[in-house]
């Protein structure tokens, strides 16, 4: 019996998979935050008064800033990244003695496509390409960026803590929230302990309470198991104390080191805060800019900045200078960052288009493979 030709309507490509996980939806979510957070921010610098009078005000702080912090941003900017690198050479340990010169120019690329990329696709291309350079497994060098974020979220949980329990003048609703996020963090570091000493029963707790909810996806169940199985795996290799210790200081400095560069670019254009206030406004900045928005998180940082620095939360009243040290902040970095990263990317001799294709399928399988064949792969790597 010969097989039936399919009608040209069959043939043809038709859409795949949940429109959520489509990239016009990413990139049009992404525009409608960035939009939507610069038309909030500006609002609410504006009040009664014309917009035109905020621009002129964001332009005079332009005017009157003081540029000479640039070299010094740009240093401390550097030491951040080197000492991330540094950081990512002792999480990639258990698979083989790695150099923070060797590190350090994918974890560059990684954050340059961070910057390009939607979905912070960069990650996975920083994976891509070291994986690549070094012959080890992707599943593998996954699990030490997985551990890298669960560092980060620990010192970045402390300084946020901190700004919300002393800084002076906080409403009181805000006291409240301080201490009621004290004791989440409380929990989350039983939770974790619980998780690290008890992995496969925490996961299927986990994948248990994400299938009573009828608006997970199974798909988005398996990624969440493989990544909380994969980080797992990784976390158990680092059976030093020491390195643990080292790590952790590490983290804590590379954030101290990014509050330092909020605070340094609020005094360039004359707004003068306390580092406690810098600590709250760390917090909300890092944790903000995880929402879904364009690539390099345009928008998103410059209405954080206001949200936190205003006269309600710590006095401020120069509104449109925190707007504009916000965008000085933001480019002093996002412009040295993407040009170095490309720089590295240009010497692997990868084309753009195929680390990206080869990042959404990472991306991908990610949430598709099964979590027990991903932890064994890393397992016996490690």
């Not at 199974?218 to 990784?234: K, L």
Request: glycine fraction near 8%; aromatic fraction near 12%.
């Amino acid at each position: 019996m010969s097989e039936a030709r399919p009608s040209p309507a069959a043939a043809a490509p038709t859409p795949s998979g949940p429109f959520y996980r489509r990239k016009w939806f990413t990139v049009s979510l992404g525009l409608l935050v960035t939009i939507g957070c610069i038309v909030v921010a500006l609002l609410a610098m504006a009040g009664d008064r014309p917009l035109g009078d905020v621009f002129r005000q964001i332009g005079d702080a332009f005017r009157q800033a003081d540029y000479r912090t640039l070299p010094l941003m740009w240093g401390l900017l550097f030491l951040f990244y080197w000492l991330k690198a540094w950081r990512w050479t002792w999480l990639l340990s258990p698979l083989g003695r790695f150099s923070t010169r060797e590190g350090f120019p994918p974890v560059m690329i990684g954050f340059a496509f961070n910057n390009l990329l939607p979905a912070h696709l960069g990650e996975f291309v920083r994976v891509y390409v070291f994986s690549k350079r070094h012959k080890v497994s992707n599943s593998a060098v996954l699990s030490t960026v997985v551990l890298e974020r669960i560092f980060d979220i620990l010192a970045i949980l402390g300084f946020f803590l901190i700004g919300l329990v002393f800084v002076p003048g906080l409403p009181e609703t805000m006291r409240n929230v301080a201490w009621t996020f004290a004791a989440f963090v409380a929990v989350a570091v039983v939770g974790a302990v619980i998780y690290l000493i008890w992995t496969q029963p925490f996961v299927r707790l986990v994948e248990g309470v994400l299938a009573r909810l009828p608006f997970v996806p199974a798909q988005v169940r398996s990624g969440v198991a493989h990544i909380m199985e994969t980080g797992a795996a990784g976390l158990s290799s680092l059976k030093s104390a020491a390195l643990v210790f080292h790590i952790s200081w590490n983290s804590v400095l590379q954030w101290a080191i990014n509050g330092l560069l909020m605070h340094i670019s609020l005094w360039s254009f004359g707004v003068e805060v306390s580092p406690l206030a810098t600590c709250l406004l760390l917090g909300v900045v890092a944790f903000g800019v995880t929402v879904p928005s364009s690539p390099g998180y345009f928008g998103v940082i410059n209405a954080l900045f206001v949200m936190v620095i205003n006269e309600k939360t710590v006095g401020v009243t120069n509104e449109p200078a925190v707007f504009a040290a916000s965008i000085y902040y933001h480019m002093s970095g996002y412009i040295p960052v993407t040009l170095l990263g490309l720089y590295f990317f240009n010497r692997t001799g990868l084309s753009v288009s195929q680390v990206q294709r080869e990042a959404e399928e990472e991306a991908e399988e990610l949430l598709e493979e099964e979590p027990p064949q991903a932890v064994g792969e890393a397992g016996r790597i490690a």
